[in-house]
């Protein structure tokens, strides 16, 4: 943290970075972020489909309240990092 600011980095594929979703909510800055994928396998004369959804949620509370007016966001080689300004 810094005296203005918050910055808050996740690891995030580069296929799934706009999956992201940062919200906040007074004091706390939640991360959000859902990965759907489908596999199919054929065994013995059929296919067996499957609907997979994983889901990742991180929480951040800090001392001071955040404008989430501010939030700025930049993807640098499989890392999202959110500046968030102190209101």
């Known amino acids: 943290q810094f005296e203005d600011r918050v910055e808050v980095s996740v690891k995030i594929p580069d296929h799934a970075k706009t999956d992201v979703q940062l919200t906040i909510h007074g004091k706390e800055a939640i991360i959000n972020f859902n990965r759907r994928?489908?596999?199919?396998?054929?065994?013995n004369g059929?296919?067996?489909k499957l609907h997979k959804v994983e889901s990742f949620t991180s929480r951040l509370m800090t001392n001071h309240h955040l404008d989430p007016k501010s939030v700025k966001s930049q993807y640098v080689d499989g890392v999202m990092t959110y500046v968030i300004k102190r209101a």
Do not use: A, G, V
């Open 37 to 43: 994928y489908d596999d199919s396998r054929k065994e």
């Open 46 to 48: 059929s296919t067996n």
